[in-house]
């Protein structure tokens, strides 16, 4: 008698030993396996890539200038380094040269920048080198010898910015020391994509009243997952199983299976924490609550611009303006102002209790100084008459 599974049967006469009728199959399993992270494909991670863009976007564009500190905090003064911090060189912008410095510090924990000089030692401009391929080698003496390509720099040639340092040459990979959950992060994101791209694949065990060969139920897995398993062809369709077999399905048995959305939550949170992004930054309801836009952005600034912005600062004042008393300084006053209605109420307050002149509240919300003819005028106070010098 011919079985309905006669059809499935490979064409060939030698005897098929005989198993047992019961089979399982995985239609659903992904059977790649996680690919290796690295800080050349940590970026293809969304998380990672927020991370960095939120970084790289908020020191970029922050005003930096050459300062000199005096009684009254910093100045800006005229320096021809200025130029350099405006165009650091012919291929950059001061924003891309500033957002490729974060990334580096990020990605590979290291940030080599070459001063292009002219005969007399003028520095005439900044050259980032890509910073996956500097090696760095460090004396006894604590002297450190950049080699690029086989050719070596000293140490006054480059300015070399480390992130998370160590008593190591080169700074620690934010990357590298957090690769495995960068990884769990990566797998979820296959996974929420395999279930759009593919469909509800169905995993389960199907049972047969006969014995089943080994062939016979190899390609009856094979036949299935090629029309309803990962990449199927015929998602949706309905599938007729004859011969008395039946279908039982598996029930999930992975926590992602049982709440990816949430575990997806973990992961970010946790890898914003690395990078020290803030869990409102990247989508997440962290439960934080801030009263006013100002103390969220101070706090910002505080924990995670700052660290860069101070490891920025000092190392481009010893490598440009070494032995001057100038510094480089970032102003980061529009970042920490918060809401109009806000600064507004602050400066107004200020100078009505007389801590400010209307100049300099103007200056604090990031107006010029008001036209002599444009200020209001101030009420004069009119003198009391003297009692004694009045006639009885």
Same mark, same amino acid.
């Given at each position: 008698? $011919? ?16 198993? &047992? ?16 992270? +690295? ?19 908020? $020191? ?10 005096? @009684? ?7 320096? =021809? ?28 924990? &290291? ?25 760095? +080698? ?10 690029? &390509? ?9 300015? =070399? ?32 994509? @395999? *279930? ?29 997952? #090629? ?5 199927? *062809?015929? /998602? ?9 077999? +039946? ?32 869990? =409102? ?14 103390? /969220? ?11 860069? +912005?101070?490891?920025?600062?000092? #190392? ?5 303006? #070494? ?7 970032? @102003? ?24 400010? *002149? ?15 003819? @444009? ?10 008459? &003297? ?6």
């Amino acid at each position: 008698m $011919v079985s309905l599974l006669d059809w499935l049967k490979p064409s060939q006469e030698a005897s098929i030993p005989v198993t &047992n009728s019961n089979f399982t199959f995985a239609i659903g399993a992904n059977p790649y396996s996680a690919e290796a992270v +690295t800080p050349e494909n940590a970026m293809t991670n969304a998380t990672v890539f927020t991370c960095l863009s939120v970084l790289g976007t908020a $020191v970029s564009q922050l005003p930096v200038a050459v300062m000199a500190q005096g @009684d009254k905090g910093f100045t800006p003064v005229d320096h =021809h380094v200025n130029e350099l911090l405006s165009r650091p060189n012919a291929s950059q912008s001061r924003y891309e040269f500033l957002y490729g410095m974060v990334v580096d510090l990020m990605l590979y924990g &290291n940030s080599y920048i070459l001063k292009a000089t002219t005969k007399s030692g003028k520095v005439v401009e900044l050259i980032p080198l890509p910073a996956s391929e500097v090696e760095t +080698t460090i004396s006894i003496s604590g002297k450190r010898t950049y080699i690029l &390509n086989n050719k070596v720099y000293p140490e006054n040639q480059i300015i =070399h910015l480390r992130d998370f340092v160590g008593a190591d040459a080169q700074g620690l990979s934010r990357v590298k020391q957090c690769s495995k959950l960068v990884g769990i992060d990566n797998a979820i994101d296959t996974l929420i994509a @395999d *279930t759009f791209v593919n469909g509800t694949s169905a995993s389960g065990i199907v049972s047969f009243p006969e014995d089943v060969e080994p062939a016979t139920a190899q390609a009856f897995t094979d036949a299935w997952s #090629k029309k309803f398993g990962r990449g199927g *062809t015929t /998602r949706g369709s309905v599938a007729v199983i004859g011969g008395g077999a +039946t279908f039982a399905q598996l029930k999930p048995l992975s926590p992602a299976d049982g709440d990816v959305q949430a575990l997806k939550e973990q992961t970010t949170a946790r890898i914003g924490a690395v990078f020290r992004i803030p869990s =409102h930054m990247l989508e997440i309801f962290s439960g934080a609550k801030y009263s006013n836009v100002q103390v /969220r952005n101070t706090a910002f600034y505080r924990d995670s611009i700052a660290p860069l +912005t101070t490891l920025i600062e000092q #190392k481009l004042s010893a490598g440009l303006l #070494k032995g001057t008393g100038l510094t480089v300084r970032f @102003d980061a006053a529009d970042l920490l102002r918060g809401d109009l209605q806000q600064a507004t109420t602050v400066a107004v307050d200020a100078v009505g209790a007389g801590l400010l *002149t209307v100049d300099e509240a103007r200056s604090l919300m990031g107006y010029s100084p008001m036209l002599e003819e @444009d200020k209001p005028e101030q009420p004069t106070m009119e003198e009391e008459p &003297n009692v004694d010098n009045q006639e009885a």
